[in-house]
């Protein structure tokens, strides 16, 4: 499988096209809906999430609720867009005097304004930010809705949360399934387990928004129902770690990705890191701990996939960093019109979406890939053949 969004943030609408998604995977508006819902809430987010409502429209792929294997076309209408038809259309401008041709010539410093203007070559910074902004991460929960249902149908599940927000760090995550993870996120304003340090959490939200600052956060992932063996070590482009490693790594604003216990690893010998092997006729092989967060070799173990994400501070600041004016060359701090302080709780749902798209696409591309009747068929065998292995 795999999918290309486009669209600009005030532009008129974000795009995915998703190709090599099975047919006959039940899938209609609000699956989609739903998870784009979820990435809009939590504490701390900018004005411009009052204005959006996101809701997708399905345009290819789908014939009565089912999909067809053919390309599906998901677009979501940026509702922001009536403010911006001036200096976002895309007809030459008759006036050359406009004041819509305002140019942005103040890079941010942490966004890609800089970099990327002098890269393509645009005096105008706005043809960089529209692009590097973190609405595209609309169209990739979208696709990831999409992942999920796949996964879904196949018996695995996933949910993410917030366990670390400002320097503020959650203690008691503990849950009983993925279900109960779910709902105790979904009514928790910071996505956070630990109902000990959500005031706490979003005080600090506060207190940066009031100071005009921002921060970051971590992020966990975890996947229930993966088979074994998924991914392979036979090459580097072919280890599922590297894969779901990237995919936590292009997300906008993170800088680090660990699986299991990660940069731990590091202070603890062999015998405090491996996961000792069990057999049982019902389960087959499963591991006493879960330090290797689901992977070794590359390949799944069919423990649970464990999966984090650092976000650093959002970088557009109300308290202005000092920058240099690219027309000008001096100095400026700059003021903002508007900005989230702290986006944490929505990227962990962007994080849990291309988690579940990287493991969707594994799963398909391994166990057969037209129809979802001979993928589960053969998923199915695979389990069987495990257990008695
Ligand atoms: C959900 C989400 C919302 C974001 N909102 C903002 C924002 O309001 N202002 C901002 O400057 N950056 C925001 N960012 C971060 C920037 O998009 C990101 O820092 C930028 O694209 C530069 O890329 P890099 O930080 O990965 O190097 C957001 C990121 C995410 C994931
Ligand atoms: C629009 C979204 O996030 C945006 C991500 C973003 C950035 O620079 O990444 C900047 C802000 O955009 P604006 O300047 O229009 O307020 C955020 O609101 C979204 O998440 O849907």
């Known amino acids: 499988m795999r999918y ?11 795009t995915t096209i998703i190709e090599g998604v099975p047919a006959g995977l ?12 979820r990435r809009q809430k939590g504490h701390g987010r900018g004005r411009r999430m009052q204005i959006e409502k996101d809701q997708v429209q399905i345009v290819s792929g789908v014939r009565h609720g089912v999909t067809l294997g053919s390309p599906i076309t998901l677009v979501v209408e940026n509702k922001d867009f009536t403010h911006w038809t001036k200096i976002m259309g895309a007809e030459p401008l008759e006036d050359e005097n406009a004041e819509v041709k305002r140019v942005i010539s103040r890079p941010r410093p942490g966004h890609a304004d800089l970099n990327g203007a002098i890269k393509y070559n645009h005096r105008d910074m706005r043809n960089v930010l529209e692009r590097s902004s973190a609405r595209e991460t609309t169209v990739r929960v979208a696709a990831g809705a999409v992942a999920k249902k796949v996964l879904k149908e196949l018996g695995v599940e996933v949910g993410g949360h917030v366990l670390e927000l400002g320097g503020v760090v959650a203690e008691n995550t503990t849950y009983e399934s993925l279900d109960e993870l779910r709902e105790k996120t979904e009514i928790s304003p910071v996505r956070c387990l630990d109902k ?52 936590i790594m292009s997300i906008n604003a993170f800088k680090g990705a660990e699986i299991g216990i990660g940069f731990e690893a590091a202070r603890r010998p062999g015998s405090e890191v491996h996961d000792e092997i069990v057999w049982d006729i019902e389960r087959g092989y499963t591991r006493r701990t879960n330090n290797a967060g689901g992977f070794e070799g590359g390949m799944t173990t069919g423990m ?10 959002i970088p557009t600041l109300y308290k202005p960093l000092n920058s240099v004016d690219i027309e000008t060359k001096e100095v400026f701090a700059a003021s903002i019109e508007r900005s989230d ?3 944490v709780p929505a990227a962990s749902v962007v994080a849990e979406s291309v988690v579940a798209w990287e493991l969707a696409s594994a799963l398909v591309n391994q166990f057969g890939q037209d129809n979802m009747d001979v993928i589960k068929k053969n998923i199915v065998q695979h389990q069987e053949r495990a257990r008695v292995f």
Not at 4 to 14: F, I
Not at 26 to 37: G, W
Not at 202 to 229: F, R
Not at 305 to 313: A, S, Y
């Open 341 to 343: 302080s702290c986006a």
């Open 304 to 313: 649970p996939i464990v999966v984090r994400g650092v976000m650093k501070p």
């Open 26 to 37: 039940p899938l209609v508006a609000d699956d989609i809906n739903e998870e784009l819902a």
């Open 196 to 247: 000990n340090v959500e005031k706490t959490m979003m005080e600090a939200i506060d207190t940066a928004k009031e100071n005009g600052d921002s921060i970051g956060g971590v992020v966990e992932v975890i996947v229930e129902g993966m088979p074994v063996g998924v991914g392979s070590y036979t090459h580097y482009d072919n280890k599922l770690d590297a894969k779901l490693a990237a995919a």
């Open 4 to 14: 290309l969004t486009a669209g600009e943030s005030h532009g008129p609408q974000l």
